[in-house]
């Protein structure tokens, strides 16, 4: 909970920052908080999140990683993206930061593209409404990724 208020406190004062319009430190705080929004999802213990804990431990042993499940019940693409996962590190700490990249990456990559205030925006996605549930649901979201 900490680095999240820590992030909240960084994303304040980035977006007040870009107020004054100077676009390499604009820049350079984008990437910043955006690397930041992602290590916090990639870098949690495996426990952290409602079921990230079994998915964890499909991903070090996949054919018996889900207790209830049969591996045909899995879907394709979530079992070609562990397959993937496997080829880079058999480490379950690179899967979640797959997952977190894979989820989070489009949000930024448009928030790059269509924002005219990038700082502001990441503000609102990590600190406002239904995007903080959002935020907070990628700590237990690794199949929706």
């Given at each position: 909970m ?24 604009e ?19 495996y ?32 079992r ?16 979640l930061?797959?997952c ?9 990559y448009?928030?790059?593209k ?11 996605f ?20």
């Open positions: 900490e680095s999240y208020i820590y992030l909240l406190i960084f994303s304040i004062i980035a977006s007040f920052l870009s107020i004054l319009k100077w676009r390499i430190l820049k350079l705080y984008f990437w910043i908080l955006s690397f930041c929004i992602i290590g916090i999802v990639a870098f949690r213990h426990t952290i999140g409602t079921d990230t804990i079994g998915y964890y431990y499909f991903f070090l042993n996949p054919l018996n990683g889900y207790s209830s499940y049969n591996i045909s019940d899995i879907e394709i693409g979530y070609l993206m562990n397959v993937l996962g496997r080829t880079i590190s058999m480490d379950g700490d690179t899967f930061s797959i977190a990249v894979i989820s989070i990456l489009p949000f930024i448009i928030i790059w269509e924002s005219s205030n990038r700082l502001f925006s990441l503000f609102l990590i600190s406002l409404g239904t995007t903080t549930i959002f935020y907070i649901l990628f700590f237990s979201m690794i199949r929706q990724c």
